[in-house]
């Protein structure tokens, strides 16, 4: 192994089914080194990961461990755990119901019984050590999602962990959760644990890195000092080609060139629902991009909830096309021609068991009614025409949606809702979690369907995203409309100060 080193893959290969996920892979972690893993949705990270942790077998390929001699063997996660090796994924897979003590302690309490007391006095030194706000008598589902992962991670810690693998650990988390994860790791660095870093965010690993691996397409592009490589560089490497301007994706397509003039494809007045937020107003003309914009829990996904019919509505009145309509559930929203992509994918889009063609048709057939089902042929036709038009990665429309990547499986849900070919297509963090790539491919189409004359609200939590995609804003905080911004008013700047000084101004 090389000086310093704590863990060294060589020549990772694995293949599935018609897929050849890594071949000939390289990774090498230092001590005290914090190191990003990088690549599109599709380009191995995942299955290196899981390699590595033993939820996949390699094909072939040595895995070196410091203390381990020779290769070691990684046959299942225990495996894993013994060499020294843990792992936070993106979903918290602690207990939710039991003590901050009882998850770091769960499945290792030999040798203390039922010695509440050591267990807890345990727990307590460790939360101080690393500086942990939570009481190891508190019941874990009452801290927060920043507060969990760090508890995951000090159980991790507290295994004697040589590598700590954190799985895009910040995508739930707000900008001060950030922070404090970051102190985290940081102290996990000056300890000298080796940390691997997955995440989509460009702006967190040149905050919080050292080096840098990127791979495409199953293999290994390189492994880059963070200081040797620039942000267009890395953006460069990882799709494979120059990309001078991530910024003009309205002067590629032309912008929606939407008049603001003309009547509303649909216009809401004094909407609220059982979800919490206060009435608001909201309208979106033809070929118009609308975003919704705020911090986390302002209300924006609950406000686009309401308009789908998908959380309950308590008051107000929906027009579309100048016609009053009622929605009061999401097939009713459907069949008035609007289509929703949510915010939580894998609990409330994908049916993970069905295949790519069977997610999506789903909307449609819904539509049509499950007594009159499309036929094969119909079905394959369907999917074929969308996995080529949104570029799919996927083996054949016949695979199990569960098995794509997360941007893949986000284009399996536009291609959903495409097919029922919505007038007013609402969009709910489409980009969130997924690469540089495949966020930029989208951006492109909801600007493309807005040429041809679609409406769409777009969310994100990227205000640089909302600025490139849509033409006018509706600002929330505390799940009140505070503000609208469109035209020169469509500012970084603008925006948070909206956000901040909301209907005082």
Same mark, same amino acid.
């Given at each position: 192994?090389?000086?310093?080193?704590?863990?060294?893959?060589?020549?990772?290969?694995?293949?599935?089914?018609?897929?050849?996920?890594?071949?000939?892979?390289?990774?090498?972690?230092?001590?005290?080194?914090?190191?990003?893993?990088?690549?599109?949705?599709?380009?191995?990270?995942?299955?290196? &990961?899981?390699?590595?942790?033993?939820?996949?077998?390699?094909?072939?390929?040595?895995?070196? %461990?410091?203390?381990?001699?020779?290769?070691?063997?990684?046959?299942?996660?225990?495996?894993?755990?013994?060499?020294?090796?843990?792992?936070?994924?993106?979903?918290?897979?602690?207990?939710?119901?039991?003590?901050?003590?009882?998850?770091?302690?769960?499945?290792?309490?030999?040798?203390?019984?039922?010695?509440?007391?050591?267990?807890?006095?345990?727990?307590?030194?460790?939360?101080?050590?690393?500086? %942990?706000?939570?009481?190891?008598?508190?019941?874990?589902?009452?801290?927060?999602?920043?507060?969990?992962?760090?508890?995951?991670?000090?159980?991790?810690?507290?295994?004697?962990?040589?590598?700590?693998?954190?799985?895009?650990?910040?995508?739930?988390?707000?900008?001060?959760?950030?922070?404090?994860?970051?102190?985290?790791?940081?102290?996990?660095?000056?300890?000298?644990?080796?940390?691997?870093?997955?995440?989509?965010?460009?702006?967190?690993?040149?905050?919080?890195?050292?080096?840098?691996?990127?791979?495409?397409?199953?293999?290994?592009?390189?492994?880059?000092?963070?200081?040797?490589?620039?942000?267009?560089?890395?953006?460069?490497?990882?799709?494979?080609?120059?990309?001078?301007?991530?910024?003009? %994706?309205?002067?590629?397509?032309?912008?929606?060139?939407?008049?603001?003039?003309?009547?509303?494809?649909?216009?809401?007045?004094?909407?609220?629902?059982?979800?919490? &937020?206060?009435?608001?107003?909201?309208?979106?003309?033809?070929?118009?991009?609308?975003?919704?914009?705020?911090?986390?829990?302002?209300?924006?996904?609950?406000?686009?909830?309401?308009?789908?019919?998908?959380?309950?509505?308590?008051?107000?009145?929906?027009?579309?096309?100048?016609?009053?309509?009622?929605?009061?559930?999401?097939?009713?929203?459907?069949?008035?021609?609007?289509?929703?992509?949510?915010?939580?994918?894998?609990?409330?889009? %994908?049916?993970?068991?069905?295949?790519?063609?069977?997610?999506?048709?789903?909307?449609?057939?819904?539509?049509?009614?499950?007594?009159?089902?499309?036929?094969?042929?119909?079905?394959?036709?369907?999917?074929?025409?969308?996995?080529?038009?949104?570029?799919?990665?996927?083996?054949?429309?016949?695979?199990?949606?569960?098995?794509?990547?997360?941007?893949?499986?986000?284009?399996?849900?536009?291609?959903?809702?495409?097919?029922?070919?919505?007038?007013?297509?609402?969009?709910?963090?489409?980009?969130?979690?997924?690469?540089?790539?495949?966020?930029?491919?989208?951006?492109?189409?909801?600007?493309?369907?807005?040429?041809?004359?679609?409406?769409?609200?777009?969310?994100?939590?990227?205000?640089?995203?909302?600025?490139?995609?849509?033409?006018?804003?509706?600002?929330?905080?505390?799940?009140?409309?505070?503000?609208?911004?469109?035209?020169?008013?469509?500012?970084?700047?603008? &925006?948070?100060?909206? &956000?901040?000084?909301?209907?005082?101004?």
């Amino acid at each position: 192994m090389q000086e310093g080193a704590v863990l060294e893959m060589r020549g990772i290969c694995k293949e599935f089914p018609g897929v050849r996920a890594l071949h000939n892979v390289d990774f090498t972690l230092r001590e005290g080194e914090i190191h990003a893993l990088m690549g599109e949705n599709g380009a191995g990270k995942s299955t290196l &990961i899981k390699v590595l942790t033993g939820v996949h077998p390699k094909d072939g390929g040595e895995v070196h %461990i410091k203390g381990i001699e020779g290769p070691a063997v990684i046959r299942s996660p225990q495996d894993a755990q013994n060499a020294g090796i843990s792992t936070v994924y993106q979903e918290i897979t602690l207990c939710p119901n039991l003590t901050v003590a009882e998850n770091m302690y769960i499945g290792r309490t030999k040798g203390m019984g039922a010695n509440w007391k050591a267990m807890n006095d345990g727990a307590g030194k460790i939360l101080t050590s690393l500086g %942990i706000p939570a009481s190891p008598k508190q019941q874990l589902g009452s801290c927060s999602i920043a507060v969990q992962q760090m508890v995951a991670i000090a159980r991790a810690v507290d295994m004697e962990c040589k590598v700590l693998i954190l799985d895009e650990p910040t995508s739930s988390l707000d900008e001060q959760e950030v922070v404090k994860l970051f102190g985290l790791m940081r102290d996990l660095k000056a300890k000298g644990v080796g940390i691997i870093f997955v995440t989509h965010f460009l702006e967190q690993v040149y905050e919080v890195c050292d080096r840098i691996t990127v791979l495409r397409d199953g293999q290994l592009v390189g492994e880059y000092v963070i200081e040797d490589l620039p942000r267009v560089q890395l953006v460069s490497k990882m799709l494979g080609k120059e990309l001078d301007d991530m910024a003009d %994706i309205k002067g590629e397509t032309g912008g929606t060139a939407v008049s603001l003039e003309g009547d509303p494809v649909l216009e809401a007045t004094g909407l609220c629902s059982n979800a919490g &937020i206060k009435p608001f107003d909201f309208s979106i003309r033809k070929g118009e991009v609308t975003g919704f914009t705020g911090l986390l829990g302002s209300g924006r996904s609950e406000c686009v909830r309401a308009i789908f019919g998908a959380d309950h509505v308590t008051g107000g009145n929906v027009k579309m096309d100048g016609k009053a309509v009622k929605i009061r559930k999401p097939l009713d929203a459907m069949k008035k021609g609007i289509g929703y992509l949510p915010e939580d994918r894998k609990g409330d889009g %994908i049916v993970g068991d069905l295949s790519v063609r069977e997610n999506i048709i789903l909307a449609l057939q819904v539509m049509k009614g499950f007594f009159r089902p499309f036929s094969r042929a119909q079905a394959e036709a369907f999917a074929d025409e969308y996995i080529k038009l949104l570029e799919i990665k996927t083996a054949s429309s016949d695979t199990p949606i569960k098995s794509l990547s997360g941007g893949n499986q986000q284009k399996c849900i536009l291609a959903r809702w495409l097919l029922t070919d919505p007038k007013y297509l609402i969009l709910d963090e489409p980009t969130r979690g997924i690469d540089i790539g495949t966020k930029i491919e989208i951006q492109k189409l909801v600007l493309k369907l807005a040429a041809e004359g679609k409406s769409v609200t777009f969310i994100s939590s990227e205000i640089d995203e909302m600025l490139r995609t849509c033409s006018r804003l509706i600002v929330m905080r505390d799940r009140k409309a505070v503000g609208e911004l469109n035209g020169e008013d469509l500012t970084q700047t603008k &925006i948070m100060a909206t &956000i901040a000084g909301g209907d005082k101004e």
